[in-house]
């Protein structure tokens, strides 16, 4: 944000230099040409600084939910990340997409540390990698492209929300 900033006060600076040069030789009528080239010269930089002040408030505004929510086919799903960089599903928002999901006590014990409540995270979580490991047993066809989206997206490490 510093940098518009300088090219503002830069270009301010050569106009002012410019313009008293020009009214030393020409007097008043220098102000004709020294107000356009000051326009000409200053509306980068002003439209830069109104772009960039937008997106420094949006990303302060959404950083509370930057990176957890992610989408498949229209279901948002919350996904959070650990010390260790692990990728935690809620199960609520798993279940809407696959509806054999069991219940959270089964995946509980049939997965132990990797299901369950995560650090300061709310609900009840599945590390990513049970979660396809559970997965991998179906043959559903809507659960499967599930499981492909899981692989790619949430456990391929790119981050792309809007991936279907």
Same mark, same amino acid.
């Given at each position: /944000?510093?940098? *518009? ?11 002012? @230099? ?6 030393? @030789? ?5 102000? @004709?040409?020294?107000? #356009? ?7 980068? *930089? ?24 992610? /989408? ?12 260790? $960089? ?6 609520? %928002? ?7 999901? *069991?219940? %959270? ?34 043959? %559903?066809?809507?659960? @499967? ?9 949430? /456990?391929?490490?790119?981050? $792309? #929300?809007?991936?279907?």
């Amino acid at each position: /944000m510093l940098r *518009p900033f300088l090219s503002i006060l830069l270009r301010t600076a050569f106009c002012a @230099v410019a313009v008293f040069y020009a009214f030393k @030789v020409w007097g008043a009528f220098a102000i @004709v040409f020294g107000a #356009p080239l000051l326009g000409v010269l200053l509306a980068r *930089p002003i439209i830069d600084l109104i772009a960039e002040g937008h997106w420094a408030g949006k990303s302060a505004a959404l950083e509370s939910v930057q990176g957890k929510w992610w /989408m498949y086919r229209g279901h948002r799903i919350d996904v959070a990340h650990d010390i260790a $960089n692990a990728r935690w599903l809620l199960a609520s %928002d798993v279940r809407k997409v696959v509806r054999e999901l *069991p219940r %959270d006590e089964v995946l509980g014990k049939q997965f132990g540390e990797r299901a369950g409540s995560v650090e300061s995270f709310d609900g009840f979580r599945i590390r990513a990698d049970a979660l396809a490991e559970y997965l991998v047993k179906s043959h %559903d066809a809507s659960t @499967v492209r599930f499981k492909v989206w899981l692989d790619r997206v949430v /456990m391929g490490g790119s981050h $792309n #929300p809007r991936a279907r």
